[in-house]
């Protein structure tokens, strides 16, 4: 299945202790967010690896229909996170909320 909207993509890998606490805060990051976040491990996943030119893990990719619109690799903040929803998120107008309602 190929997905062309909005979305975070995860390369983590399992003997990289740093990919789990990512993949936690990206999740609940993106999820408030209301943005899809898919999650590839390099060891098995490989290829999608290889396509997306990851060469370090943890990598997180902000892409969408158009691909690629920023990249942030290893142990990042939250706030940097964020910096990749903001990419994937359209500008809402004065006074409205860009974020998912709860």
Known sequence: ??????????FT???APVSRHLHE??????EKAGV????????????????????SVPTLIAADADGEKRRAIGAVSAET???????????????????KPA
């Open 36 to 55: 899809d976040v898919v999650v590839y491990d390099v060891d098995s996943d490989s290829a999608m690896a290889e396509t997306w030119r990851v060469i």
């Open 25 to 30: 805060r990206v999740v609940a990051q993106a």
């Open 1 to 10: 299945m190929t997905r062309t909207g909005p979305r975070l993509i995860l």
């Open 81 to 99: 996170v964020q910096v990749l929803l903001d990419r994937l998120i359209p500008a809402a107008p004065a006074g409205k909320s860009r974020r």
């Open 13 to 15: 890998a399992q003997w």
